[in-house]
C-alpha cells in the first residue's frame, strides 16, 4: 500500500523527515518497505530558468529556423538556434541551460549541450510544454507572463508537486490502516508517545447541505446482512472533466491514474479515509430506484473491464429497477458508469459485509482497490461522513448541486466491542510492568474509549472499525506496539532448557537428505498444497471422491488440498522450461491430503524431479541426457543413506508411471520411481521426458527407525571379478539374473551388477546382451582359480537351463 508524506502531512502537522517518520511507523507494526521520491514534473525542472528573447532572425542556412538571442539572466545574454513557428522577440519564455537533463515522453534523459545547428552556435534551448512534462502540446513554444523576473527557476514559477511515497507492507489484520487517514492516526499515538502531541486534522464537512430536492432516487436494501448500511446522496449539474492538478497529483504519487473529476473524487476519498465510493450515472438509473440484492444464478453482467461475467445467486449486486448496475463493493458495470456525458450522479457509500465481498471478489478472479478493504472490514461509521466528504468535493470541483437528502439505510447499528484489560495479564505478556497511566494513554490515543477503572484493571470499549482488537490479548498488543517493543527491557539472565530428541526425529532426516541432495545439484521446491480439482483426473491412479474441498477456495485453481506432489512439481517443472531452464533437478518434501469415508488422512512424501541433461554444457564435459539409471542411482543413494540399503525391487503399480521399480521393505513400499506417463505432461505442456520418484516418507521414516546398523571388519581378503556376456530372450530381466546367481552361489558371490546392455545389429530377432559381472570374495582365505572356476560353471549352467542363455 502506498501512502503520500504530503497527503499524510494534511492530517497531523510533523516536521519530521521521511525516514523518521517510516522508522516509527515501522516500529507501530505499519512495515515500510521503502520510500520512493515522486516527482510531477520528472528532474522537477532543474535548469529550466525564465528567459526573455531580446532578438529573433532568420537563421541565414535552415528556412524553419530562428537565430534568438535570450536574456537568462547572466551578465551576457545566450544565443540560441529555436525550430518553433511561434518564437518572437519580446516573448518571456522556459529556457534549458547548458547540462540541463529533459526527459522524453517515454522517460528516457537527455542533457542539453553546447553545440552548432547549420553552421549557428546554440548556447541552450527554448522549450514547449511537453519537452518540460507540463503538457502535451508540441505546436511551439511555451509563451509566458511577461511580468515574471528574468533567471527565476522555473519550477518557482510552475506548481510543481515533490513528494516522499512509503510502500506499507500492510497486514490482513489492519484494516483501519488502509487510509491516509487511518496511517495518520496511528502515527499521533506514536509522536505521543515521544512526548509530541500533535493535533490530527480531519476534513470538514459542516459546510454541507442540501441545495435542491429535485432528484431522488428510491433506495431498497433487500439484503440486510450482505449489505448492513448503504448511503445515497444525488448531485446536479455537473461538468465531468480533468481533474485539477492538486487532485491528480496526489493520485499519481500513489501510483493511481487520473480518471475524470467525479472518479478521481472518489478514489481520492477511498485513499484519504479508507470508505470506497461509486458514482452512478443517475440519468441511467431506471425508475429512480436502486435495488441492494442479488440476482438470479446465471445472469449476465458486464463489467468496467468489458468482460461479461455469469452471476453466482450470493453475489451482492446494486440494481435499478430492470437491471444489475454494479457487483457491489467489488466492481462496477460498464453501462451505469460516470461518462464526458454525465450530468447527474448519484453517489454511493456503503458497508458491505466482508465475507460476501471476499468470496464474490474471488469467485470472479477480481481484486480491486475497493474489494481489498470491504474484505477487511472498513468502518461502518464513516459512511455518512465520506459521502458528504465526497460530494462537497465534486460540488468544489464539478459544479452542480446536492439534489437530495441522504439516503441512509443501516437498521442494525454495528456495536463496538467491549474488552476487559487486567494489568497482570498484561504485565505477564509483555515482560515488564507499564506504568498504568501510559496504558490509558496509549488506549485513548487509539481512540479506544476506558471506561471505567479499577485496581485489577480496565473495561474498555474498542471501535467498530477495529475488528481485529476484540480480545484481551489485542488490546495487550495494540498496547506494546504503541508502547514500542524496543522499550520492553531485557533481563541480564537467560535461562534455557536442552531436550533430548532422537536422531530419527522426522526433520532431522529431512534436513539429511535435503542436503545431500542439494550436493547432488538438485533444488528444493515448495509448492501450495492447494490445487485443482481437475488434476486428479489426469490418471486413474486418484479419485474424485477423495478430493478435500475448501469452503472457502481463493479461486478456482486453488480449491482442493492436493493427493499427489506429482502435479504441484510439474507445474514448476513447466514454469522452468517456458523460461529456457530445461535442465532440471528439483526435490519437495510435502503432505498429501485424502477424504475416506468419514475419514481423513495426510501422508507425508518426499518427492523428486528429473528431466533435461544432467550436467551444464561445457567445452571439456559431452552433455549426458539424464535417464532412468541416473535416477535410481540417486534414490538408492537416499535409501543407503538413512541404512535401508537391503530393500526388494519390483516393477511398479503406479499409474502415474509408463514404466518404473518399486522398492519395498516387507510390505511398506518406500518409493516407486521411473517416467512419468506422455498424457501426464502434455496437461502441462512439457514435451521433454520427464523422471519422477514418490517415496513414502512415512514408511521410510518408520523403517529407519527400526533399522538396525551392524558393524563388521573389513576383509582381509581380496575380491574376485569376473564377467559374463549373455545372450537372452528380450523378455529376460536382470532380476531374474539376479535371483538365480544369488540361488546358484550364497556365500562367496558378493554383488551382481549389469554394466551394458546390447540390442542391434548382429543379433538373432528377439535377443539382446547382457554383460553381467559377478564380484567373489572369501572373507577367511584367499579364493583360487579352481573355486572360481566352480562357481562360474555353475552359474553359467544354470543361466542356460533356466533362462537359455548363450555366452557370446
Known amino acids: 500500500m502506498k501512502i503520500s508524506y504530503n497527503w499524510l502531512k494534511q492530517f497531523i502537522k510533523t516536521d519530521w523527515d521521511a525516514e523518521s517518520t517510516g522508522e516509527l511507523l515501522t516500529d ?62 519580446g516573448q518571456k519564455v522556459p529556457v534549458a541551460t547548458i547540462g540541463t537533463t529533459l526527459y522524453t515522453a517515454e522517460g528516457e534523459a537527455w542533457k542539453i549541450k553546447k553545440g552548432k545547428i547549420r553552421g549557428e552556435e546554440s548556447f541552450g534551448m527554448i522549450c514547449a510544454e511537453d519537452e518540460l512534462g507540463l503538457g502535451e502540446s508540441h505546436d511551439g513554444i511555451m509563451v509566458l507572463d511577461k511580468d515574471l523576473i528574468v533567471g527565476t527557476p522555473a519550477s518557482e514559477v510552475f506548481d510543481i508537486e515533490n513528494d516522499e511515497v512509503f510502500e506499507i507492507g500492510l497486514t490482513p489484520n489492519r484494516a483501519d490502516a488502509m487510509s491516509h487517514f487511518g496511517v495518520a492516526r496511528d502515527l499521533k499515538a506514536g509522536l505521543l508517545q515521544k512526548e ?31 449489505c448492513p448500511r448503504y448511503c445515497g446522496v444525488t448531485i446536479s449539474g455537473i461538468k465531468v472533466a480533468a481533474s485539477p492538478s492538486w487532485l491528480q497529483n496526489r493520485l499519481k504519487a500513489i501510483g493511481l491514474s487520473p480518471i475524470n473529476n467525479v472518479v478521481d473524487i472518489t478514489n481520492y476519498v477511498l485513499h484519504e479515509l479508507g470508505q470506497p465510493l461509486h458514482a452512478f450515472d443517475a440519468n441511467k438509473i431506471a425508475n429512480n430506484k436502486v435495488e441492494v440484492k442479488t440476482c438470479k444464478a446465471g445472469t449476465k453482467f458486464t463489467t468496467l473491464d468489458g468482460v ?96 437530495s437528502d441522504i439516503s441512509d439505510a443501516y437498521p442494525n447499528k454495528i456495536k463496538d466491542f467491549e474488552v476487559r484489560l487486567s494489568f497482570d495479564n498484561a504485565k505477564r505478556l509483555i515482560g515488564e510492568e507499564i506504568p498504568r497511566e501510559t496504558i490509558k494513554s496509549i488506549l485513548t490515543s487509539l481512540e479506544i474509549k476506558v471506561n471505567n477503572v479499577t485496581e485489577a484493571g480496565l473495561g474498555l470499549t474498542v471501535p467498530a472499525y477495529r475488528n481485529d482488537v476484540q480480545r484481551e490479548a489485542d488490546i495487550i498488543e495494540e498496547i506494546l506496539r504503541v508502547y514500542g517493543y524496543n522499550n520492553v527491557g531485557t533481563t541480564e539472565k537467560l535461562n534455557a532448557s536442552i531436550s533430548n530428541s532422537s536422531k530419527f526425529e522426522d526433520y532431522k532426516l529431512q534436513n539429511v537428505i535435503g542436503n545431500q541432495l542439494a550436493s547432488q545439484g538438485f533444488f528444493e521446491i515448495m509448492a501450495n498444497s492447494l490445487t485443482s480439482p481437475k488434476y486428479v483426473e489426469l490418471s486413474e491412479a486418484y479419485n474424485s471422491d477423495h478430493n478435500i474441498a475448501m469452503l472457502n477456495p481463493l479461486s478456482n485453481e486453488l480449491e482442493v488440498m492436493r493427493q499427489s506432489l506429482l502435479f504441484s512439481g510439474l507445474e514448476a517443472a513447466a514454469h522452468n522450461i517456458n523460461r529456457k531452464r530445461s535442465d532440471l533437478k528439483l526435490f519437495e518434501f510435502g503432505k498429501t491430503y485424502h477424504q475416506y469415508s468419514e475419514e481423513r488422512e495426510e501422508h507425508k ?65 518406500l518409493v516407486d520411481f521411473g517416467l512419468v506417463k506422455k498424457s501426464i505432461l502434455k496437461h502441462f505442456g512439457i514435451s521433454q ?88 570374495q572369501d572373507e577367511n582365505k584367499t579364493l583360487n582359480d579352481k573355486q572360481i572356476d566352480k562357481i562360474m560353471s555353475k552359474l553359467k549352467s544354470n543361466f542356460e537351463s533356466k533362462l537359455g542363455a548363450e555366452l557370446r
Not at 502531541?197 to 450482505?226: C, F, G, W
Not at 447527474?344 to 474489494?371: C, I, M, Q, W
Not at 521426458?689 to 533399522?707: G, I, Q
Not at 581380496?718 to 544369488?742: C, G, S, Y
Open 605 to 669: 512424501h518426499l518427492s523428486v524431479f528429473v528431466s533435461g541433461n544432467k550436467t551444464e554444457e561445457r567445452w571439456n564435459t559431452s552433455v549426458t541426457p539424464s535417464d532412468f539409471f541416473y535416477l535410481k542411482g540417486t534414490v538408492e543413494a537416499v535409501l543407503e543413506r538413512l541404512g535401508l540399503g537391503r530393500f526388494k525391487s519390483s516393477p511398479t503399480k503406479s499409474e502415474n508411471l509408463s514404466e518404473g521399480v518399486s522398492l519395498s521393505i516387507g510390505k511398506k513400499t
Open 308 to 403: 461479461v461475467r455469469e452471476l453466482h445467486d450470493d453475489d451482492l449486486m446494486i440494481c435499478d429497477a430492470e437491471k444489475p448496475m454494479c457487483i457491489a463493493g467489488v466492481f462496477g458495470g460498464i453501462d451505469s458508469g460516470v461518462t464526458d456525458g454525465t450530468i447527474n450522479v448519484f453517489l454511493e457509500s456503503a458497508y458491505f459485509d466482508p465475507v460476501s465481498v471476499r468470496k464474490t471478489a474471488k469467485r470472479h478472479g477480481l481484486n480491486t482497490d475497493a474489494s481489498f478493504r470491504f474484505e477487511r472490514g472498513i468502518d461502518p461509521n464513516i459512511t455518512e461522513y465520506a459521502l458528504k466528504r465526497a460530494a462537497l468535493l465534486i460540488t468544489e470541483i464539478a459544479g452542480g448541486e446536492i439534489t
Open 196 to 226: 509530541i502531541n500533535l493535533e490530527l486534522i480531519t476534513p470538514s464537512v459542516m459546510s454541507y447541505h442540501v441545495d435542491a430536492r429535485s432528484l431522488k432516487i428510491d433506495v431498497d436494501v433487500q439484503d440486510k446482512e450482505k
Open 28 to 89: 507501530l507494526g505499519l512495515e515500510i518497505e521503502g520510500i520512493e521520491q515522486y516527482e510531477s514534473v520528472k528532474g522537477g525542472l532543474k535548469g529550466i530558468v525564465i528567459g526573455e528573447v531580446l532578438t529573433c532572425k532568420q537563421h541565414p542556412n535552415a528556412d524553419r529556423l530562428k537565430v534568438t538571442t535570450v536574456n537568462i539572466g547572466e551578465e551576457e545574454p545566450v544565443q540560441i538556434v529555436c525550430g518553433a513557428p511561434n518564437v518572437a522577440a
Open 689 to 776: 521426458n520427464v523422471l519422477f520418484a514418490d517415496f513414502n516418507w512415512d514408511n521410510v521414516l518408520e523403517m529407519a527407525r527400526h533399522n538396525k546398523i551392524k558393524f563388521k571388519a573389513i576383509p582381509k581378503y581380496p575380491e574376485v571379478r569376473r564377467d559374463f556376456a549373455l545372450l537372452l530372450d528380450n523378455k529376460v530381466t536382470f532380476e531374474d539374473i539376479h535371483t538365480i546367481a544369488k540361488q546358484t552361489e550364497k556365500q562367496l558371490l558378493k554383488s551382481i551388477n549389469l554394466f551394458d546392455v546390447y540390442e542391434g545389429k548382429n543379433l538373432p530377432e528377439g535377443k539382446k546382451s547382457y554383460a553381467v559381472s559377478f564380484t567373489l
